[in-house]
């Protein structure tokens, strides 16, 4: 009887997998990099719009389409239903003539373009996506609401709320980040900061909040707080967003730039009032790295002084204070500014004291073979001329073996 139901048992696990084997597949079927021209036939035969899933062996989100969204039943079930799908490795055969036939649609992988039977993009989308907005991103190209009827109208004028939530999703999905800021941007010069409570609003432009010198980004570094725990946002995501809009205009600001050409720095900026400001909405908003930025603002306003004493004196406190922005990388870059800057010996004796800690401590990330090159011009200029003569050599050939390993790697790729 045992055996019996053993066998029985058998037999149904056979069949159950014989019927599971025997389904067909649910997902998108592709022509796998078949000659453009059946495709093209094909499109106009069965009077369809053309899926191209465009990627590469190398792009991580191409494989993660093929592997977890083009293979769901749903998925499958609409594009095979609607589309001729097909999919090009973008690196061969008729991919690379794809590549430059589309060049303008295809801002990187994967690309993901709807076109007609004549080979024209009616639709393009860019990226990840996920099943539902995948479907989505295609039906769109089926009613004839697609990106490039929406730009056309958006260029004649539409500005109503609703077609611009619907145009900025489209940009989203085809990743066209500089258009859809340039929409946000107009959207948020046109309207009083406060449309932002409004969830739908926020939903749309928030994002988009990103030029310190908006009333939106006053507003919203003003109302953060409530934001958070009234109007339940993400107060994290909002603090990281203003960190790094504030971040990006005073590392701007505070940058020492040199000119290869011309061997020589450039003139510092003097927009010292609107450093002073972002610094405040920082304290205002709370967020992190307010020391390290009131600091360098300190060194800044007394390098445009030619203050090089107070700047080092300060320079000094902030790097055994370990402040951020102050590690050894940033401080050459100061002391190389001050050298050209000045012509006392005892001046240039602390500065390279300062070089040579970084060169002998046992942390690699410390030292970058850059500084040899300050540490000889420092000793040219006190009379170190056998020491400065060795320090140059010794940066050439590291500069001349980092240049190598960059042509290696890209003659390798």
Known sequence: MMNGMKWMGMLFALCYFSVIQAQPFQGIIFHDNESWSSILKLASEQNKLIFMDCYTTWCGPCKALAKEIFPQQA??????SNFVNVRYDMEKGDGKMLKEKYGKNIIGYPTLLFIDKTGKVVQQMAGFHEADELIAGAKKALQGRDLFTLTKEYRAGNRDFKFLCEYMASLKGAFL????AHVAREFLSNH?????????VWNAFGSYVTDVDSPAFEYLVNNIARYGYKLKRDRYQISWQLEISCTRELKSIFDIKYDETRGMFLPLSTDTAKAEKIIGFMSRASLPGINDYRMR??????LLQNRLDEAWDAILIAMNAQISGFYSLSVEKY???????TNNK????GYLTILEQFMNTSKEDNFAFGMYKTMAEINERL????????????????????????EAFFKKG
């Open 75 to 80: 998925v499958g079930e609409f594009f095979n």
């Open 383 to 406: 009379g170190n001329k056998k020491v400065a003569k060795e320090q140059m050599e010794r940066y050439q050939q590291e500069d001349e073996k980092a240049r190598k390993a960059v």
């Open 335 to 341: 002391i190389r500014y001050m050298v050209s800057r």
């Open 177 to 180: 980040k500089d258009s859809a």
């Open 192 to 200: 009083h900061p406060k449309e932002l409570d409004k969830e739908e």
């Open 297 to 302: 603002l300190y060194v800044h306003r007394m």
């Open 346 to 349: 005892n001046v240039l004796k």
